[in-house]
């Protein structure tokens, strides 16, 4: 299936009741003070962190590949009585009607893109929707294999209606050439008789610093700096998630 499509359907129905966190917001919050706004958050989901910083007044947008995904924001945003504005769009075909300050990915969203030459044509969006002397910021990580013994094992939640919803991971292959894994995930609600059981591809697509250096420079972006999510400069070997910081050449 397409990537830009995984989080539509059963999955985005089941996306809030099955996460285990949300993204801290402070990080993005400062950021954005930092580089300035407007601000936009690529991949912004059904809303965390982004609704977040527009009730602390912030001038931040939203993008998103999945349409279920933007009603599931819009419906919380409306109870929560927060206005936003979101764009229906893919990230590696950005085309929206102002540029920005402050562009970030809450999470290594970015990995989901499949291969080099998307992630490439994300971000010359990036440049291309960056103000002058704007930044983005864009976190990445390098997939661990699922260990072994969590291959089939179930997570369980009950929705607020009763029904019970789950996960689990079913299969998993990885690539390290072309730098990819897949993880076949098992989404199920279960409501009295009806049952709905959905198996889908979940693909990430990693870098090594280099790698990903090379590719922002070709899209005309310099890296000016590698932190931890906590904004400590990040040592050459450091592993987990790192924020990247660019800025147009």
């Given at each position: 299936m ?9 999955v985005a129905?089941l ?6 966190f ?5 990080p993005?919050a400062?950021?954005?003070?930092q580089?300035?706004?407007p601000a ?6 059904d809303g965390?962190p982004l ?12 993008v998103?590949?999945?349409a ?5 924001l ?19 075909s950005?085309?929206l009607?102002?540029?920005y300050?402050a562009?970030f990915l809450a999470?290594?969203t970015?990995?989901?893109?499949p291969?080099d030459?998307t992630a490439?044509?994300a971000l010359?969006?990036?440049h291309a929707h960056l ?8 976190p990445l ?7 072994a013994?969590?291959i089939?094992?179930?997570?369980t939640?009950v ?9 689990s991971?079913?299969?998993?292959q990885?690539?390290e ?12 609600r279960?409501?009295g008789s009806d049952?709905t ?8 697509h990693w870098?090594?610093r280099?790698?990903?250096e090379?590719?922002a420079?070709?899209?005309?972006l ?16 450091a592993?987990g ?9």
């Amino acid at each position: 299936m397409d990537q830009a499509d995984f989080y539509t359907g059963i999955v985005a129905e089941l996306y809030g009741p099955l996460k285990s966190f949300s993204q801290d917001p402070e990080p993005y919050a400062a950021f954005i003070q930092q580089a300035g706004t407007p601000a936009l958050e690529l991949g912004c989901g059904d809303g965390d962190p982004l609704l977040d910083l527009r009730r602390r007044g912030l001038d931040v947008d939203g993008v998103d590949s999945s349409a279920d995904m933007l009603e599931r924001l819009r419906l919380r945003a409306g109870e929560e009585g927060v206005r936003v504005t979101v764009f229906h769009q893919r990230m590696e075909s950005l085309n929206l009607p102002r540029r920005y300050g402050a562009i970030f990915l809450a999470g290594p969203t970015f990995t989901l893109l499949p291969d080099d030459a998307t992630a490439l044509a994300a971000l010359h969006g990036i440049h291309a929707h960056l103000a002058d002397r704007g930044a983005a910021l864009v976190p990445l990580f390098v997939p661990v294999p699922t260990p072994a013994e969590q291959i089939g094992r179930v997570r369980t939640v009950v929705a607020p209606d009763g029904a019970e919803l789950r996960v689990s991971v079913i299969a998993e292959q990885r690539y390290e050439a072309a730098r990819t894994q897949t993880t076949l995930l098992r989404y199920e609600r279960h409501h009295g008789s009806d049952s709905t059981v959905e198996d889908r591809p979940w693909t990430m697509h990693w870098y090594t610093r280099g790698q990903f250096e090379k590719l922002a420079a070709t899209a005309g972006l310099v890296v000016t700096a590698v932190t931890d999510p906590g904004g400590k400069p990040a040592s050459a070997d450091a592993a987990g998630v790192l924020h990247f910081r660019l800025q147009a050449l």
